[in-house]
């Protein structure tokens, strides 16, 4: 593509264009921008691009046949998980959430915004009602981030440089938690006994440098953490906070993590009425209690109810919005730009839908459905569950005594077109089990994953 072109979806490709473009900023050419980038990390020579589509249709034809290369959890049955899961969705949440002045809505005035304030008002009072948390922020870019924050703040209030990692977190959180904390906070890592936290160990571990012990239930495995009362006992008698990363749809059925301790509690809104979507629509949460030196703390937007010069009347708005990095720019604790509003509206019309009954009922369903996951997969010939925790939604399954790698286990299974998992080592498998997989779905991975080690023994 080095002739001159004016490409329809590219603006300003008109090469007048950018030379009015170029002489405005004073600068020669396009080279000059990435004047700064080493020669070795820049293309040297052209793309090796196929022709431009220029017409509409024949690129919507090409998209159309990208796209159909895709199988969704809809087309077969699934038992994915691993951070992005396959939960009922209302038709009325999406409904509410296509609206316009939902789907369009993005910063704008307040004059304007209001709609929007109050309805993300009421996804932060929905989710302090389930967490048992006085303050939920607007939804952050996604769960790995809210937690990220969740530990910045605990160094910020502690003044520390350490935090404990007693569980087993999930890989792609820890790897982007890590990155974002590195600069002032260590993460140190203390093994997990049977798929939860060793008490013993993080207490030794616990010193006058650890500002926080940093907790994800269920775990990356799916064990629920039952030891969280001891672990916040453990934290706050070394002045340690403990931070809770969870996932809010088993908290009808499980107790808050707050009720157990928990000084901050983060995690992702996926699983409240948002789809898988080929990797989900993802949406973080942080709560805290009422407590100045936390609230003060949380970099992201704050909707609050107020009154107004009318009596009766009231008013939705932004709360301490001084401490934001909206206010304070580059003097701000941390930097929040675009979040995911639109997913806290969606898991405020999932969460008024459902109501605790739901949701109790929800959390059952997903418990029981988890537990007889592990006994049918259980009884299969070299297959064993990982470990002795209970789970919510996920269990590991160990195939090492079947003489096949967990891969060529997925593989065949595969074959027969059911998703049977994620690969998380040599010989384990991650099994997701929701309310929408039947007993029947269950029953079939484990019959056809029984005549796939029947057929590779003979």
Sequence with gaps: MS????????????????????????????EEFYADVPGDLRVQDGLDLPAAFLAEQDLERHVTSLLGRNRSTRERLSFLGAGTYNHHVPAVVDEVISRSEFLTA??????????????????????????????VTVPTYDGFQASATALAMAHRITGRGRALVVSDVTPDQLSKVTDYVR????????????????????????????????????????????????LAEAAHATGALLVVTTD???LGVITAPADSGADIVCGDIQSLGVHQWFGGGHGGFIAV????????????????????????????????YERTSFALREEGKEWVGTAAALWGIAA???????????MAELGETVLARTAYAAARLGSLPGVAVADGAVHFRELVVDVRATGRSARDVRDAVRARDIEPGVVVGEYRLLVCVTEVTTQADIDLLVTTLAEILQESAA
């Design 3 to 30: 002739q001159p072109f004016v490409h329809p979806y590219i603006p300003n490709s008109d090469p007048a264009v950018r030379a009015e473009m170029l002489a405005a900023v004073g600068a020669s050419s396009v």
């Design 106 to 135: 993005y910063a704008g005035e307040p004059y304007e915004d209001h709609g929007r304030f109050q309805a993300l008002f009421e996804y932060e009072s929905l989710m302090g009602e389930l967490l048992n948390m006085d303050v």
């Design 183 to 230: 600069t002032y906070l260590d993460l140190v890592p203390v093994p997990t006994t049977d798929g939860t936290a060793d008490l013993a160990a993080v207490t030794a571990a616990l010193d006058a440098d650890t500002a926080a012990v940093w907790v994800q239930t269920p775990s990356y495995g799916g064990a629920l953490e039952a030891a969280l009362p001891a």
């Design 248 to 250: 809010p749809i088993m």
């Design 289 to 320: 209690h009422d407590d100045p030196r936390f609230v003060m703390e949380l970099p992201s937007r704050l909707f609050g109810l107020a009154s107004t010069d009318v009596p009766g009347e009231y008013g939705f708005g932004d709360v301490a």
């Design 348 to 358: 405020g019309v999932y969460l008024s839908l459902m109501g605790p009954k739901g």
